[in-house]
């Protein structure tokens, strides 16, 4: 991998984490929570979290699979096995919420969801311009 490609990744990245937080915290606020509950560790997770999705997604949308789908799948199983037992560790240090599988299943689907969504209608843009 060249250094472009290797900036692009990390712009990317720091671009989808910003996002997320910023969106946490409206959401936070919206709801009466002035401060983050759980404090600096939840940042930390949320990047470790993130870092995990989107190194999978990198590494599966250049594996030589077809169809595409099956390329987002075997991406997506192990990634969000290492998800849950990044929180299970995570239960070693603080005690969790109740809903915290799930709430990790449905965020890291979603996400990786909207990744491949994205990702595929890029690669159909791409098969669809006519050669110069």
């Given at each position: ?7 692009g990744?990390i ?5 989808v984490y910003?996002?997320?937080t910023l ?6 606020l919206?709801?009466?929570i ?11 997770d ?21 169809p ?15 998800a ?5 560790f995570?239960?070693?240090?603080e ?24 990702n ?13």
């Open positions: 991998m060249n250094i472009k490609k290797w900036s990744v712009t990317a990245y720091s671009i910003t996002v997320i969106l946490s915290s409206v959401l936070y919206a709801n009466g002035y401060e983050d509950p759980s404090g600096n560790w939840h940042e930390l949320r990047a470790i979290i993130l870092l995990i999705g989107f190194t999978a997604f990198q590494l599966c949308t250049g594996l030589p699979v077809k595409l789908f099956l390329r987002y799948v075997i991406a997506y199983v192990p990634s969000q096995l290492l849950f037992a990044y929180v299970w995570s239960g070693l240090r005690a969790l919420a109740k809903t915290a599988y799930r709430d990790i299943w449905i965020n890291f689907t979603g996400l990786f969801v909207l990744f491949c969504v994205i595929t209608i890029i690669i159909h843009q791409k098969n669809k311009k006519p050669a110069p």
